[in-house]
């Protein structure tokens, strides 16, 4: 039985998937957005594979489609996979939060990091960049673009 609700509650309160951010006291869903996003934007093994392939990631619109453009030679090892798809949703959440005017880190109680839209939506950027890193969909650069429409 498909109920909903109970499938939006479980995603925010659920194991997170991939990464999870612990914060402690009354504010742990409104994180501190500079020390998070300087966190959750290091994305080691995503900066060190672009920068293998002469692609700089300076948070701007432009890496995200230089990343969609790489060939996906990391399918071939779950290890890698996982962690770049990892990398991949924070670098996404990354750029949104400094490119999109109102987008913010939030914090589901699970300790799930997600972008939070200045209209209230919600995008699990990490779930995202797991769908990109094993089979290239969606592309990053296009939902940045329908983030910043939204």
């Known amino acids: 039985m498909d109920i909903p609700f109970f499938g ?25 957005q500079a020390g998070l996003a300087e966190l ?3 994305c080691e093994l995503l900066r060190t594979r672009a ?6 990631l300076d948070g701007s619109e432009g890496s995200l489609s230089a990343l969609d453009q790489l060939v996906p030679n990391w399918r071939d090892d779950p290890d890698v996979l996982s962690w770049l798809g990892n990398d991949a949703g924070l670098y996404l ?10 987008a913010t880190w939030r914090v589901w109680p699970n300790g799930h990091p997600v972008v939070r839209l200045a209209t209230g939506r919600e995008i ?6 797991h769908g990109w890193a094993e089979s290239g969909s969606p592309e990053l650069s296009q939902v ?3 983030a910043a429409e939204d």
């Open 144 to 146: 940045l673009a329908e």
């Open 124 to 129: 699990d950027t990490v779930d995202l960049g």
């Open 40 to 42: 959750l934007g290091e």
């Open 93 to 102: 959440g990354t750029v949104m939060v400094r490119t999109v005017p109102g």
């Open 8 to 32: 939006r509650w479980r995603e925010k309160h659920a194991m997170a998937r991939g990464v999870a951010v612990s914060s402690a006291g009354p504010s742990a869903c409104d994180p501190d």
């Open 51 to 56: 920068a293998d392939e002469g692609v700089e």
